[in-house]
């Protein structure tokens, strides 16, 4: 592991569904898993720094699913990979709703410019 963590992987969940936190923390393990297999294949640099670093992983709040899709368009237009996960409506959702999006991995600086003023959960 290197000296620092200059990179990291960021999953905003949504604040305006109730979710138990069970359900919370498997939607944000959903969403940094299928971010980090997404930058492994199409962003390897990065995934390969977010990797050797330790696989930094922070877990902040967004108001409701217009919020995801705003942060999920700059992250995009950032050049960011982005995960949005849609639950299966197996336990406490509805089938498609929308739980959170990661962003990330990437260098600190370029996602905090997405996801720097949110709280952290």
């Known amino acids: 592991m290197t000296a620092g963590m200059r990179h990291k992987l960021v999953v905003a969940v949504r604040s305006d569904l109730e979710l138990s936190r069970g359900k919370l923390a498997v939607q944000v393990a959903h969403a940094a898993v299928m971010a980090a297999l997404d930058a492994k294949a199409r962003h390897r640099k990065a995934f390969a720094?977010?990797?050797?670093?330790?696989?930094?992983?922070?877990?902040?709040?967004?108001?409701?699913?217009?919020?995801?899709?705003?942060?999920?368009?700059?992250?995009?237009?950032?050049?960011?990979?982005?995960?949005?996960v849609e639950d299966a409506g197996l336990t406490e959702l509805p089938p498609g709703t929308v739980t959170c999006l990661a962003v990330g991995p990437g260098p600190n600086e370029?996602?905090?410019?997405?996801?720097?003023?949110?709280?952290l959960v």
Do not use: C, F, M, P
């Open 49 to 84: 720094d977010w990797y050797d670093e330790g696989q930094k992983k922070v877990v902040v709040k967004a108001e409701d699913l217009q919020e995801l899709r705003l942060l999920q368009n700059k992250a995009r237009s950032l050049g960011l990979t982005t995960a949005l």
């Open 110 to 119: 370029i996602v905090d410019q997405v996801t720097g003023h949110l709280k």
